[in-house]
């Protein structure tokens, strides 16, 4: 496993950056955790993707927030004029259509309430800890490092594209419609991810801004980690779910 | 279990709040763990036992920050005065003899090297995230509710006084030298959380106050438990180590 902390020594070029950059995720997006692993090869109970979605939630609630960030700590509109459309996208035109609402209709799709998604009171500490770390770290890093750090990106249409006809054909209490959110989800981080690379590869032109660069993009994809970790140790194989947390009904 | 979000009803006189309090460490605290179980119940690789030392050493490290800033926003001269104390506990009257030093010996006694516990590199991203989200809840909530959140001390003797003659027992390769942290820790956490209580219930005064009180220490509470959580998943029996982080001798 590459170190990915002193990687860039005197600096790189730009297509050697972002060759680290495809490195990281090549190691360590979320896509070659056990709990994904499981999800896509049929293995799991209802249960467990039930928590998946009831967790998942708090990160996608958190998404515009965080992009809302970014765009305080953008001084070009034209930057602003193109991120702003990632707002737009999980919130919808008129607040109700977007993806966060696609998502809740994935989440009561599995048979969840509304309000116990919504809520978030059953999400486990975990979840909710990483989401905020992630909401802090575009908080309190340059606009670079925030918009490195949203490089996951990168690899999120190759994770739909598995997991969407797996979830189809492995599980029968899935439907097409329950799965809408995937539906733009793959041109909509195409785009976005095209974007932030770009400018992740202008901008960072320095070693020392190119390993900011990197150690961000890492920092995100522990981010995700971290999540199927608390969600696999909770409801997986040894269920041990926190106290006050999601019970689902077969172990109600 | 209880439900901790709505105990408080029209508000509760100071002997039945500290009782609810109570209750909440009776249910929440960390020595149900099964982490902390297998501890002192002799079950524990030497690897796990550095694990946990390695990790919580971060939670030690932000520990007087925490309390600075409490300070921070406290304006009462004698209120400060008292809890400035713990910064001393934990740095040391010259920043290198007090409770983080302590703790780092505990870890290099257990064959860590110092650099690789203080640079917190090899930490699990979800000890990172818990111990932020307590930093950052002592910076975003009342001085009320961050007092409240230190109360966990209220339980921690306990969990000392289970732990340390455990180790010692069940461990050949656990020194009383090594342990000297636990030596002044149960007096000190006896005399700051009786003054953390007093304080609490003193000025709890109304129902919303009363339930945010019990609401930070189930907060800090889970912040301990999720702890426990990432340590077991990564390092207990499915010994599933996030990639990056600390891989004990055994493993690498």
Chains 1, 2 share one sequence.
Not at 89 to 107: E, N, P, Q, T, Y
Not at 171 to 189: G, K, M, N, S
Not at 207 to 231: G, H, I, P, T, Y
Request: a negative charge.
């Amino acid at each position: 496993m590459t170190d990915f902390s002193d990687v860039v020594g005197s600096g790189l070029d730009a297509q050697n950056l972002r060759a680290v950059l495809l490195q990281v995720g090549h190691e360590r997006y979320h896509n070659r955790h056990p709990y994904h692993r499981r999800m896509v090869e049929g293995a799991m109970s209802k249960a467990e993707l039930q928590a998946w979605a009831l967790n998942r939630y708090c990160y996608q609630e958190a998404i515009p927030r965080k992009d809302a960030i970014i765009l305080s700590h953008a001084e070009d509109p034209a930057f602003r004029a193109v991120w702003r459309q990632r707002i737009e996208d999980h919130d919808g035109k008129d607040g109700r259509s977007g993806g966060i609402a696609r998502w809740l209709h994935l989440a009561t799709s599995l048979g969840l309430l509304p309000e116990e998604v919504k809520s978030q009171r059953l999400a486990l500490p975990a979840t909710r800890f990483a989401v905020e770390a992630y909401v802090n770290f575009c908080a309190s890093h340059t606009l670079l490092e925030a918009v490195a750090s949203s490089l996951t990106e990168l690899f999120s249409p190759d994770i739909i594209a598995e997991r969407v006809p797996a979830l189809l054909a492995r599980y029968d209490f899935v439907t097409t419609d329950a799965l809408a959110y995937f539906d733009r989800r793959p041109d909509q981080a195409a785009r976005d991810s095209e974007f932030a690379l770009d400018y992740v590869l202008r901008h960072a032109d320095t070693a020392e801004r190119q390993q900011k660069v990197v150690n961000s993009l890492v920092f995100k994809c522990d981010v995700l980690w971290a999540m199927l970790d608390a969600l696999d140790y909770a409801y997986g194989r040894e269920g041990m779910v926190p106290p006050g947390c999601f019970r689902p009904e077969a172990i109600r």
